[in-house]
Nanobody, 124 residues
Framework: QVQLVESGGDLVQPGGSLTLSCAASGFPHGYYSIGWFRQAPGKEREGVACISVPDDMTDYADSVKGRFTISSENAVATVYLKLHSLKPEDTAVYYC?????????????????WGQGTQVTVSS
């Protein structure tokens, strides 16, 4: 079955950087979309970036545009989210999610598979 495994979350100081990874497995073809979402305590889950594979079309939420970069390495079915200029308000559990529609969407209901999440904490 389809599995998504996130990694790379950590404690980082404001202004710092991190790279999150989302490794996908359990499906035979290379046509899909990955969305990165985050959820902070007491807040709703929000989409921050998404990418369609293999054409690498991307979209970003306004709150992270210019600071976060999403990319894919299709040969190993892995999508990365590079986080730069991190702020305390970026603190959240970050999830990746997959759909086979190749849609660029931040609607969580359009994603069928989810990872377990990785914690990003931005604090001095």
């Amino acid at each position: 079955q389809v599995q998504l495994v996130e990694s790379g979350g950590d404690l980082v100081q404001p202004g710092g950087s991190l790279t999150l990874s989302c490794a996908a497995s359990g499906f035979p073809h290379g046509y899909y979309s990955i969305g990165w979402f985050r959820q902070a305590p007491g807040k709703e889950r929000e989409g921050v970036a998404c990418i369609s594979v293999p054409d690498d079309m991307t979209d970003y939420a306004d709150s992270v545009k210019g600071r976060f970069t999403i990319s894919s390495e299709n040969a190993v079915a892995t999508v990365y989210l590079k986080l730069h200029s991190l702020k305390p308000e970026d603190t959240a559990v970050y999830y990746c999610a997959l759909n086979f529609l190749q849609d660029l969407t931040f609607n969580s209901k359009e994603y069928d598979y989810w990872g377990q999440g990785t914690q990003v904490t931005v604090s001095s």
